[in-house]
């Protein structure tokens, strides 16, 4: 090949170099074709593959991915100046001063079932009956002079409880006397501080028992690095009992910290806010839950979020959802909007009413060029940091299933929770491949791409007519509604689970002692042996173990099973019995006073996070 001469030749040379005779057809490995051909008196110049990961950095891509960063950056803060030029500006010194004090926007944060929801109820004399008995949405709504978040505390709302912290002033982190600081309080409290809200440590389920005082805040110091007002740091803690409606001490708490932010805003500016979530139906469009930060949102203001810019339909300005014509500072509204997007980001973060849809557009493009210039960043960066790896021809490689899924949901905050949470589920044999994630009910065309990659849907809060759910059924595309996310969470799991073939677990179900062999006319071999543990099953696979070593097996196991000489299914412990196995190889190695270990294989749904075939 490589070296011009035959067959012949490399093998002599090969017998000379003292090395193995080798099949006509073998190929050479690099070192040893070099000895060969200096044997042969022959040139030969060996590329070596490295069989090993390999990071390609490029010069001229590593150069583009730095220009596409620049350029990126740029560009963001060119839109951020825009959209702060274009907003109503903030006074300062006397003016400030001057302002009328707005109402405070309190998050009521912490770990789920720590008693958040059944606070709030507290505070506004309320009872709120929930899917599953947890919150898995954001709500805001007035008590007295204050807007409240109730936020969920389940781990899949990261991002929906993320949402409320950049909307609020202080954050109320809720930890149970019985339970003590868990992840969800220690994620509250780094959101409260990410976003420079204060925070209020409050201790709920006093009612049913002792409060240890020194231990909570031990643990918040230790866990969360957050200092009470106690132990010299600026969070109050306060005690309450929301059942027993114990909960001045937290109402004249909220009020101190309020009057200290000192709070104002000009009710006669134009509005800014922040974006807590977002919906969408055939009727009404977009639907946008937010909190009114500073100014007063009126029905035809024109405004811009992100790359998302439009005219203000109508607005709901409270909790019972009558339409009003504006919402002022502090308020918690929902309005409808017609939007456009210029660049494919998200509808989230601050929104800010400009002046008028000339200076919307050209806002919202700048920001749709500078998520477009992020994006192309990101896709230089992954190509100056490419990376290929080669894997050696005996190593075997692990194939992940990706069964494709629809997913519908009710808002945008779901949307984001859902898809976090089936990213949490253990990935190394199976990953749900979220073909679609809409917000809105069930469409026939979601049917129709359902059909046609073999998909089925999953729908969270939101529901399909009648005659979707028949299209379902005459295309075979199986739909199931949830309203509680771990209970999607486990459906979609079990779907991919279906998907994987059934592990097959080895279980032992009796032992035997080998009394005696028997050799018999055909040459086969009869066991004898004494059941000293559990019922021998004539079904059973077979191993063999001498001193607790395991000597051999054979897995399609017992051939006959008798006592005295009556085939039988089965043998209880403390009887004799002989026991004939299918492999001859396996019953040649038997001794006396060897132990047969009798199994069964059963099958099992997959397990996702591995196991496989266990025998």
């Known amino acids: 090949g490589a070296l011009g001469v035959g067959v012949d030749v490399v093998r002599r040379a090969l017998a000379a170099l003292g090395s193995e005779q080798r099949r006509r057809d073998a190929d050479l490995d690099g070192d040893t074709a070099e000895l060969v051909a200096m044997e042969i008196g022959r040139t030969l110049e060996v590329v070596r593959a490295v069989k090993a990961v390999r990071v390609v950095k490029d010069s001229a891509e590593e150069v583009d991915a730095k220009e596409a960063l620049v350029r990126a950056e740029s560009l963001e803060r060119e839109a951020s100046e825009a959209f702060e030029a274009a907003a109503a500006p903030y006074p300062s010194g006397d003016e400030w001063s001057s302002l009328p004090l707005r109402p405070p926007t309190v998050a009521v944060l912490g770990h789920v079932d720590h008693g958040k929801t059944t606070l709030l109820d507290a505070l506004r004399g309320t009872s709120t009956e929930e899917a599953g008995g947890i919150t898995q ?17 389940h781990a899949a709302f990261t991002a929906m409880r993320q949402a409320s912290t950049h909307a609020v002033d202080c954050g109320v982190v809720v930890v149970a006397a019985d339970d003590g600081v868990m992840p969800q309080t220690q994620e509250a409290v780094k959101q409260c501080r990410d976003a420079q809200s204060s925070i209020i440590v409050c201790v709920t389920k006093c009612d049913v028992c002792d409060v240890k005082e020194d231990d909570l805040r031990l643990q918040l110091l230790d866990k969360c690095g957050l200092a009470t007002e106690h132990d010299g740091g600026d969070a109050p803690l306060v005690r309450v009992s929301a059942k027993n409606n114990d909960l001045d001490e937290l109402r004249t708490t909220l009020e101190l910290v309020a009057e200290v932010s000192d709070l104002r805003a000009d009710p006669s500016a134009r509005a800014r806010g922040a974006i807590l979530d977002v919906s969408s139906d055939a009727k ?33 300005g409270d909790p019972l959802g009558a339409q009003t014509k504006e919402a002022g500072p502090g308020a918690p509204v929902r309005f409808s909007a017609a939007l456009t997007c210029e660049g494919g980001g998200p509808l989230e973060g601050q929104f800010v009413v400009v002046e008028d849809a000339a200076t919307a557009r050209s806002v919202a493009s700048l920001r749709g060029r500078a998520i477009q210039a992020r994006r192309s960043a990101v896709d230089a960066r992954s190509v100056a940091d490419r990376v290929s790896v080669s894997v050696d021809d005996d190593e075997e490689e692990t194939q992940v299933l990706r069964p494709p899924v629809v997913l519908k949901v009710a808002t945008d905050a779901e949307a984001k929770a859902c898809e976090a949470a089936l990213q949490a589920l253990p990935s190394a044999r199976a990953v749900a491949d979220v073909i679609k994630c809409d917000v809105g009910a069930v469409t026939p065309s979601d049917v129709e791409l359902a059909s046609t990659f073999g998909a089925p849907i999953f729908a969270f809060n939101v529901g399909a007519s009648g005659s979707v759910r028949e299209a379902c059924r005459r295309r075979e595309v199986p739909y199931t509604r949830h309203d509680i996310v771990y209970s999607l969470v486990d459906d979609v799991a079990s779907y991919l689970s279906s998907k994987l073939p059934p592990d097959r677990i080895s279980k032992d179900v009796a032992r035997a002692e080998v009394l005696q062999l028997f050799t018999l006319n055909n040459g086969s071999t009869v066991i004898g042996c004494r059941i000293i543990e559990g019922t021998f099953p004539a079904s059973a696979g077979v191993r063999v173990s001498r001193s607790s070593e395991v000597v051999a097996t054979d897995a399609r196991g017992v051939a006959s099973l008798r006592r005295v000489k009556d085939v039988v299914g089965e043998v209880p412990k403390g009887l004799e019995c002989g026991v004939g196995l299918h492999s001859s190889e396996v019953a040649s190695l038997v001794r006396e006073g060897d132990v047969l270990e009798a199994f069964v294989v059963e099958e099992r749904p997959a397990d996702l996070a591995g196991g496989g075939n266990v025998t």
């Not at 949405?137 to 505390?153: E, Q």
């Not at 977009?286 to 405004?303: A, M, P, Q, Y």
Request: include cysteine; glycine fraction near 16%.
């Open 137 to 153: 949405s954001l709500s805001a709504f007035t008590v007295g002079t204050s807007t409240f978040l109730d936020t969920p505390g």
């Open 284 to 316: 009404s469009g977009l639907t946008v839950d937010g909190v009114v930060r500073w100014g007063t949102l009126r029905k035809g203001d024109v405004i811009v979020c992100g790359d998302w810019h439009g005219k203000i339909r109508s607005v709901v």
